[in-house]
């Protein structure tokens, strides 16, 4: 990671432009973003994510081609590895330590991101003792913005019969990790695939001695691992 960015020349919405651009390119396993590829995932017209890109190519932290479609330079990939590390430690701190649900630290980790002192981030880390996942099971960069991507099986994704445990959620909503909560599933929860539903491709899961009947929606923003038959 290049330890000479001037972060402070980067408004709150252009470090949120960085690091949706990194999230749908590294993460969603994207090479290259199209403007209203951005704008939808942002929630912004076509229009205002145009005129940001302007801004971070001027800086010199996007480039684009002919039509449009967005690459991150080095260094617009090092902001948004900060980041997304910030982001992911203050969630693992509210959750750990100020008794915040999983449901509610992402809007408040949202905010804190943005907090530029680096000195405050090594210490939340240090005090922490360098955890490399959050809540929600997502994997926390390093200090040397060292970040791995582990290939994920969506609970969509599975047969009847299968056995798997639930690893990770991609949806931060939180509506959505309410709805988690709700019905009882947590990080490490076991789940059997007990029908698929031909009609909506609604699933049938059992886990904790419970059963519930969940959208497809639902099961694609799941993430989960295997569990081999023995």
């Known amino acids: 990671m290049t330890n000479k960015l001037n972060l402070n020349n980067l408004t709150k ?31 912004v017209s076509p229009a205002s994510t145009n ?15 002919k039509y449009g479609k967005l690459e991150l330079t080095e260094d ?22 100020l008794n915040f649900s999983w449901d509610e630290v992402h809007e408040v980790a949202e905010q804190l991101e943005h907090i530029k002192s680096q000195k405050l981030i090594n210490e939340l880390d240090r005090f922490m003792e360098c955890p490399t996942t959050d809540p929600h099971g997502e ?16 609970l969509s994704s599975l047969k009847e019969g299968d056995v798997c445990q639930l690893i990770s959620v991609n949806d931060g909503s939180v509506q959505f990790l309410k709805y988690v909560s709700e019905i009882g599933l947590a990080l490490s929860s076991e789940i059997k695939i007990m029908e698929i539903r031909d009609f909506d491709k609604s699933i049938k899961i059992k886990f904790n001695e419970a059963e519930e009947t969940v959208t497809r929606k639902f099961a694609d923003n799941v993430f989960v691992k295997i569990i081999p038959e023995l």
């Open 13 to 43: 919405s252009e470090e949120d432009y960085l690091k949706a651009l990194f999230q749908l390119l590294i993460e969603d396993n994207s090479t290259k973003v199209g403007n209203n590829q951005l704008a939808d995932y942002l929630k």
């Open 51 to 65: 005129n940001m890109i302007k801004k971070l190519k001027a800086k010199k932290y996007v480039v684009s081609e």
């Open 76 to 97: 617009g990939q090092s902001i948004a590895v900060r980041l997304i590390r910030k982001h992911r430690l203050w969630e693992t701190f509210l959750y750990n330590y």
């Open 139 to 154: 994997i926390i960069p390093n200090a040397n913005g060292e970040y791995s991507i582990v290939p994920k099986i969506t």
